[in-house]
Nanobody
Framework: VQLVESGGDLVQAGGSLRLSCAASGFYLDDYAIVWFRQDPGKEREGVSCISASNGATYYEDSAKGRFTISADRARNTVHLQMNNLQPEDTAVYYC????????????????????WGQGTQLTVSS
């Protein structure tokens, strides 16, 4: 099982970026995937989650209306389209796999993951 994030970059406030999470060793049809961010010394903060069971999507409040999570099952990759980026979005972004095919209650804590990637850095300048 492997998750590899990519797409992080330095962007100006108001800009857009798409992060990608390439999965290998398993199929996205079987597991829910969450994007989360974590700064050193701080707790994980879930940004968005997509269920495998029915494709339902969930967003943290500040992400609603700006971010869109999607799954490209042909490429076994999950994307996070991020628009109108703000300096407070600056963080290392990770994708992780839940043990279930649905986003559990409390997904926003990004706890209980059984695999996650190495992260990709997003920096938003003001």
């Amino acid at each position: 099982v492997q998750l590899v994030e990519s797409g992080g970059d330095l962007v100006q406030a108001g800009g857009s970026l798409r992060l990608s999470c390439a999965a290998s060793g398993f199929y996205l049809d079987d597991y829910a995937i969450v994007w989360f961010r974590q700064d050193p010394g701080k707790e994980r903060e879930g940004v968005s989650c997509i269920s495998a069971s029915n494709g339902a999507t969930y967003y943290e409040d500040s992400a609603k209306g700006r971010f869109t999570i999607s799954a490209d099952r042909a490429r076994n990759t999950v994307h996070l389209q991020m628009n109108n980026l703000q300096p407070e979005d600056t963080a290392v972004y990770y994708c992780g796999r839940f043990r279930y095919n649905f986003c559990p209650t409390g997904w926003i804590t990004a706890q209980g993951l059984d695999s996650w990637g190495q992260g990709t850095q997003l920096t938003v300048s003001s």
